[in-house]
């Protein structure tokens, strides 16, 4: 249950400083173009590459690659969607836990999610809070904000909130937010406890189309 507070937390966090982009018409969909999947590589300590980070995700000692479709999850991995009016999205979009031979290993959020059509829909955004995953080699409950400024260097933007406790690094580059209410841009996000050790990251991959 944490796992899940912390994720639609985050959500409303982002939500409130990302701005909305151009309505469009939601009936001239257009197909969602996966970017290229990249072998995993890192870069110098102290710089942020959002393809190095996207590379590197690994969960249940299993790499995951980013993004990719509901679709293209291998054998033992199963979806649990959440219910679209509960969190007022509209259809286009969607939120999701994975499971992982029965147990919730992730949440994550989809565009390209139509009614019916579920399984077309593209993983864009993934949220841990596990100690057995890891996104670049931040472990949440055993990294530190100094491990995270080592690998990553300072963030781009910085956040604290008191009730509930919560201290948020922001690294790369945040859009905007569809007529879907999909997020766009391409950023990592790591919350910290008040003893300074990472419990839940989130990635997030999306272009504007």
């Not at 249950?1 to 937390?9: G, S």
């Not at 199963?78 to 979009?93: I, V």
């Not at 391409?186 to 839940?200: A, H, S």
Request: hydrophobic share 35%; aromatic share 12%; with cysteine.
């Amino acid at each position: 249950m944490k796992r899940i507070y912390l994720f639609l937390l985050c959500c409303v966090v982002m939500g409130a400083f990302v701005s909305c982009l151009g309505e469009s018409n939601s009936k001239n969909k257009t197909p969602v173009e996966l970017p290229p999947k990249v072998e995993p590589y890192t870069v110098e300590n102290g710089a942020f590459d959002v393809d190095a980070v996207r590379s590197n995700i690994n969960i249940n000692n299993m790499h995951f690659d980013f993004p990719l479709l509901l679709s293209d999850l291998e054998k033992g991995w199963k979806y649990e969607l959440y219910d679209r009016s509960d969190y007022g999205l509209k259809e286009g979009s969607g939120y999701a836990n994975l499971i992982y031979n029965g147990t919730e290993v992730a949440a994550v959020s989809l565009e390209n999610c139509y009614t019916g059509k579920e399984k077309e829909s593209v993983i864009y955004s993934i949220s841990i809070s596990s100690s057995d995953c890891d996104i670049y080699g931040i472990v949440p409950f055993n990294s530190t904000i100094a491990d995270v400024e080592k690998l990553l260097g300072m963030p781009d933007e910085m956040q604290t909130m008191d009730t509930p406790y919560k201290h948020t690094y922001i690294y790369g580059d945040l859009k905007g937010v569809d007529q879907n209410k999909v997020i766009r841009g391409q950023y990592l996000v790591v919350d910290f406890d008040e003893n300074g050790v990472v419990d839940f990251l989130k990635l997030t991959y999306s272009v504007i189309s």
